[in-house]
């Protein structure tokens, strides 16, 4: 069943009351005459309404409220950071760079990382530099091993990924969107190990990746975007940690030991 609501003057706390007291019970459709408004009603409460009815004839209205409607359908993830206990050389491997088929922003990336539970953010190559030209499609990743999030919230090995396939782009906000995968880079380089500590309810928790060692790759601290080239212990990473296990890259609720 489907409820239609039209505020004729207030329009936010109406729908926060039904949403509040009969949200389960039916599918709240929000009237709304501009990009803005349907942007509120599919944030309300953090719930939102499940459609908003768009009585507009502008084009950009219309383009407004389907990306409102885009965004409100897309993850927004809890980072935190983790502190840098250790950065060490560790010889070549075979090395996944991303190149996706969208052009991403300074504060984009991927998440990334040696354990599922515990991935690193990673910059976008969207920084200018007199050495080499940005490549902002671009994310280099890490070594083959590593796991990375995909659209769906699960995770893909780096190696796996192929043409075609959807990969989560987010921001350092949180904010998720979803790439299309269009080559991937597979090359023998120098790489970095980086481990780092999380605070977590069951106590302190390890976790890391290994990344290719080149000034052109970044990872977001809380001193912001830094080259790993110049990370040291004591730096603030931001990562995202779910302390979950996975099989075939879905969560599932068992022991593993990853190290």
Same mark, same amino acid.
Request: proline letters at 2%.
């Given at each position: ?10 329009? &936010? &706390? ?47 209205? &219309? ?26 050389? /560790? ?6 760079? &991303? ?12 998440? @990334? ?62 904010? /998720? ?31 890391? /990746? ?10 977001? /601290? ?8 110049? @990370? ?10 779910e302390d979950v296990a996975r099989h075939f890259g879905e969560a599932v609720e068992e022991s593993i030991i990853e190290k």
């Amino acid at each position: 069943e489907f409820t239609v609501i039209v505020g004729e003057d207030w329009s &936010i &706390i109406p729908l926060e009351n039904l949403i509040a007291r009969v949200g389960e019970e039916t599918h709240l459709v929000a009237g709304a005459t501009t990009a803005a408004e349907a942007r509120t009603a599919f944030e309300t409460l953090e719930i939102g309404a499940d459609g908003v009815l768009l009585d507009a004839d502008s084009p950009d209205e &219309i383009r407004g409220a389907v990306q409102a409607r885009d965004a409100a359908d897309r993850e927004t993830l809890d980072l935190r950071y983790a502190e840098v206990t250790e950065i060490e050389q /560790t010889g070549r491997a075979d090395r996944v760079c &991303i190149d996706t088929g969208s052009l991403m922003d300074d504060s984009e990336g991927m998440l @990334v990382g040696s354990m599922s539970r515990g991935l690193f953010f990673v910059h976008a190559e969207t920084a200018e530099s007199p050495y080499v030209a940005s490549r902002p499609f671009r994310v280099n990743a890490g070594a083959v091993h590593a796991y990375v999030r995909n659209s769906e919230g699960g995770t893909n090995y780096l190696a796996e990924l192929s043409s075609g396939d959807e990969v989560q782009v987010v921001d350092t906000d949180g904010h /998720t969107r979803e790439a299309v995968v269009g080559r991937v880079k597979i090359e023998k380089r120098p790489m970095f190990r980086i481990q780092a500590e999380i605070e977590t309810e069951d106590g302190t928790d390890r976790i890391e /990746t290994l990344i290719q060692n080149a000034e052109t790759v970044k990872i977001a /601290t809380g001193e912001g975007r830094k080259a790993v080239t110049e @990370v040291e212990p004591g730096d603030e990473a931001l990562v995202y940690y779910e302390d979950v296990a996975r099989h075939f890259g879905e969560a599932v609720e068992e022991s593993i030991i990853e190290k």
